[in-house]
């Protein structure tokens, strides 16, 4: 068992002479026998990515328990002392992978923040920059708003100049880091437009319906084209409801509670009448949100049942396809022998449990090599937002998995996350290798289509 260091005392003296401590409300509040299951082993230390970046043990899984227990039991306050901790928790859920107790650290760590948001006031500054995300990101169409004044700001150079520079960082880190994952905005962006339904193009063996996601729709459209290709090539229809909208993965993971409901809500109303066998997700994110609509929408009495529903068809693109088998022919995907380095996205590993599938489509491909690299488990630093909000631990996090990445010497990088792939993309610089969805690379091999390594 490892010693605990001063943060834990430091923490307790600075919110225990608090008088009339402001703590949690009555409205599911962290579950006292999930924290009791904890017995402080420490096994979580060695895998919690902020740990190993700030060091102390108040960012770690089990002290952030010992605070929760603490501010149930009314003995610290909830307030910047504390929350600063819980803030700092990525969320990537290694912990639940690691701990030999089996302590249910992400429903704790969920149940936290929503009352985080519901009982502490944040700065002026904090709100503004969490309220521009949540306004933002979750939203295609005000996102597609600001396709064209960010295609000018690239074009025109701005981007380059604040990244140069540096002079945008000095003025706020986190706007700096906003922009520092900034997708290249092609014409593309701008040109996307799938069907309502695409017919299988051998013999029918499924419907489904694939979520388009936020980002994704926009930034990273090649991605949900090549998975409806991939799709109906293995004998799938393909139904894209125009009214969905985001996941609620960002809000949820942020414990903005009513924004997260009502986008559940819309997302299942939008799959109602489809008729679809399974609900295709290729963002390993979004697809850790939409299995737990069950759990978001527990209190609901009129969409319990239907969130329920809805979760069992939920399928990660590559756990579908590697359960039901690939049937399209697959072709090498380069001239010479490939080398692949799989990145494991948080939420898909660790929230999903899905694993093992992806490198099993990925090893059908001729030709292709699968590199394994060291600290797989270990997040990237983008988890969601937290890259946005907390940019220096993300920045140290990110470098370090990019130096894993490519010293295995990989020709090329297979993200299943929109986001692993923006930070990842971030610290690759100048770095001649890229990264690409297994999606894209299943597409490439079913069409014969062969792309030029650096």
């Keep these: 068992m490892q010693v605990w260091d001063n943060s834990v005392n430091n923490t307790v003296n600075n919110t225990a002479s608090i008088k009339n401590l402001q703590g949690f409300d009555g409205k599911n509040p962290p579950d006292g026998k999930l924290i009791d299951s904890c017995v402080h082993c420490g096994f979580c230390l060695s895998t919690c990515p902020s740990y190993r970046v700030i060091g102390k043990e108040m960012d770690s899984p089990r002290g952030r328990i010992y605070l929760m227990d603490a501010i149930n039991q009314g003995e610290i306050a909830l307030n910047t002392a504390t929350v600063q901790h819980f803030d700092s928790c990525l969320g990537c859920l290694a912990c639940v992978s690691t701990c030999p107790s089996g302590v249910e650290y992400d429903k704790l760590i969920s149940a936290t923040r929503h009352q985080v948001e519901r009982n502490y006031n944040r700065s002026l500054w904090d709100n503004f920059i969490r309220q521009l995300i949540f306004s933002l990101f979750p939203n295609p169409d005000i996102l597609r708003i600001l396709l064209v004044p960010l295609f000018l700001y690239q074009r025109l150079g701005f981007s380059k100049f604040f990244r140069a520079t540096g002079l945008l960082k000095n003025i706020s880190p986190r706007l700096a880091a906003m922009e520092s994952i900034l997708p290249e905005i092609t014409l593309q962006s701008f040109q996307s437009n799938l069907p309502d339904v695409i017919p299988a193009q051998s ?19 090649s991605v949900n084209e090549a998975t409806v290709r991939v799709l109906t090539a293995n004998g799938c229809e393909v139904v894209i409801p125009k009214s969905q909208g985001c996941c609620a993965a960002l809000p949820e993971h942020q ?120 600290d797989a488990a270990i997040c990237c630093g983008s988890a969601g937002v937290y890259n946005m909000l907390q940019p220096e631990v993300a920045e140290e996090l990110g470098k370090q998995k990019v130096q894993n990445l490519l010293n295995t010497g990989a020709d090329l990088i297979a993200s299943p996350n929109p986001g692993c792939s923006l930070q990842i993309g971030k610290h690759l610089q100048e770095k001649k290798i890229a990264i690409m969805h297994p999606m894209e690379l299943l597409d490439y091999a079913i069409r014969g289509e062969k792309f030029e390594l650096f």
Excluded: W
């Excluded at 063996?205 to 980002?215: E, N, S």
């Design 203 to 221: 013999e029918k063996r499924y419907r489904v319906g694939v979520i388009l996601g936020c980002v994704q729709r926009l930034f990273f459209s």
């Design 255 to 374: 414990g903005q509670t009513e924004q997260a409901k009502a986008l559940a809500r819309q997302m299942i109303d939008s799959f109602a009448e489809t008729g679809v066998d399974y609900i295709i997700i290729n963002a390993a994110g979004c697809g850790h949100t939409l299995k737990e609509y069950g759990h978001i929408l527990a209190d609901d009495l009129e969409y319990r049942e239907k969130a329920k529903e809805f979760a069992a068809k939920v399928r990660d693109a590559q756990e579908f396809l590697a359960t039901v088998g690939l049937t399209a022919k697959l072709s090498p995907l380069a001239d010479k022998p490939l080398n692949l380095v799989y990145q494991d996205a948080c939420h898909l590993l660790h929230g999903q449990k899905i694993s093992v599938q992806p490198r099993q489509l990925l090893r059908q491909i001729p030709e292709v090599s699968l590199k394994e690299p060291l």
